[in-house]
């Protein structure tokens, strides 16, 4: 693992910028750590304001999204789905956050050299989180398709482009700026012109349906698995997968960045 300390500590919110109807992007003071930077890293938050009782009782995981170690600051991507992530993505600057991590195995940690390599980069909804540190730190070409389920949904395009200056971007109801239809197929349209490693992050349908098409083109696929995760500490086993072999992993502990080709995606 890129050395790192997990630590937990509350700390304090710098600002929410709206960068969609439905995305906010949380930026908040944090020690400096390179692991921050390492694409898929997790950190786990909960907003701490105006009482810690106010908000559900777990933190929730999230992938940061930029790290700035020259600001002090890391941010993430939230899109307010329920009570913690409403809570989060309306904090006021100066706000206590509670922040725990890094936590898990990033990009890095499996591909070290992955800078250099051209890559393709999925991403499904809130999966855009970890593609702005990457593209940050990447040297070799990187196209990111990045797809919705509703147009609505589709990050500012003005703010994707200030961190993904090459993407193409789809959405499942054909509205908004992207075009009708998934990230996947963005994807193998590109691979019928050159072929590339994949990362990808998201839900678990697309990244369980990009694996048989890395195996069939012999591709290098690393995968950013969301999951339910409670502790985040590799205590509760709520975050088990299953391998191909049939050995389980924790993705907290042994992910959430993992070799796409070695889970079993058809396992609960
Ligand atoms: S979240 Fe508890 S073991 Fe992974």
Redesign the pocket.
Known sequence: MVDSQTTIALTEAVAVAQRGQSLFQLTVKVAPDPAWANPGVLAKLRAWEPAPKAYPLLDRPFTPHLYRPDLGELSFLIRPVGPGTRALASLRPGAQVRLTGPLGRGLADLDPNFVSRPLYLVAGGVGLAPMANLLAAQKAPARLFYGERRGQDLMDRDYLASFAPDFAAAAQDGQGYGEKGLATDLLVRALAQEKRAIFACGPPGLLAALAPLARKLGLRYFAAVEAF???????????AKALTGGARI????DGPVVDGLSLDWSAP
Not at 229 to 239: E, R
Not at 250 to 253: A, D, E, P, T, V
């Open positions: 995760m409670a502790c985040g500490l590799g205590v509760c086993l709520s975050c924790r993705l907290c502990q």
